[in-house]
């Protein structure tokens, strides 16, 4: 029998956006915009986008690589959401018929002046051909780098 092994990360991310908290959080609960920041994009095709946002809400994504080889899927479930201050999330993420982690992730919206200040906590637990924390990190890094994207439309 082969040990499983398992890594666990807690990293954060910092980032301030020129939007109010009312409009960054609306580019979290709105299906259309959520989609576009997160899941669109040129290194993946959409198979699958659905967002339930509520407190025990799911959002199912599942993607494929561009060369069709694999495909992804993350499985979310809202644990809390404060209008406009924070959203709780708990995520499992898999590569093709593998899960590869599993995670607890906060976002917090902090009003500062005219700008919103977000603060992403991620803490997962890697598994057997996970990507890592590293990796992890900076798909976050680039997600939010989309997100801001989507606040100048």
């Excluded at 609306?26 to 259309?32: C, T």
Aim: proline letters at 3%; hydrophobic letters at 40%.
């Amino acid at each position: 029998m082969t040990e499983r092994s398992v890594v666990h990360s807690t990293f954060a991310i910092e980032r301030s956006y020129p939007a109010s908290p009312e409009r960054l959080f609306a580019a979290f609960s709105d299906p259309a915009k959520k989609r576009r920041w997160f899941a669109e994009g040129e290194e993946f095709q959409i198979e699958h986008f659905e967002v339930d946002f509520r407190v025990g809400g799911i959002e199912t994504a599942r993607f494929r690589s561009k060369d069709g080889r694999q495909t992804f899927q993350n499985d979310t479930v809202y644990r809390d959401i404060l209008e406009n201050r924070r959203i709780v999330i708990a995520y499992n993420m898999s590569a093709g018929q593998t899960r590869i982690s599993a995670s607890l992730a906060t976002f917090e919206f902090i009003p500062n002046g005219k700008d919103t200040d977000l603060v992403f906590t991620e803490q997962a637990a890697f598994f057997e051909g996970a990507d890592g924390p590293e990796i992890r990190k900076e798909g976050w890094r680039l997600l939010l780098g989309q997100l801001e994207k989507e606040l100048a439309r």
